[in-house]
């Protein structure tokens, strides 16, 4: 089992991923903007984030960002999610430090795939 942490505003979608990813045996903590995801993430120590782009308060590439500048938080996955999809977008991301990227809308089966090869 892992600690997953789902940075999400829009809570129907973070409620989607909180179900499917505690059916598939993770222990799942929500935070609805970057800010508190930042927040969340120093309180749980997560082996794994689902971080959204689009976020009030603070956006998904600068939280990833934040966090990777930490030694704590070095070897943490982070999934960013997001439904600009455009290839730059994507190098963007990977350039802040994600580890992979699902653009929305998305596959909450395919999705839960990734998580399980980030954190193998």
Known sequence: MA?????????????LLRL?????????????????GIA???AHTPDLIVLDWMMPNKN???VCRELRAH???VRT????LS??????DREQAFAAGADDYVTKPFSPRALV???ESLIA
């Open 3 to 15: 600690a997953i942490l789902v940075v999400e505003d829009d809570v129907d979608v973070a409620h």
């Open 20 to 36: 499917r990813l505690e059916k598939s045996g993770h222990g799942v903590v929500t935070a609805a903007d970057g800010v508190l």
């Open 40 to 42: 969340a993430a120093y």
């Open 60 to 62: 998904g590439i600068d």
């Open 71 to 73: 030694d704590e938080f």
């Open 77 to 80: 996955k982070i999934l960013m």
């Open 83 to 88: 439904a600009r999809a455009a290839a730059t």
């Open 113 to 115: 795939g990734r998580v």
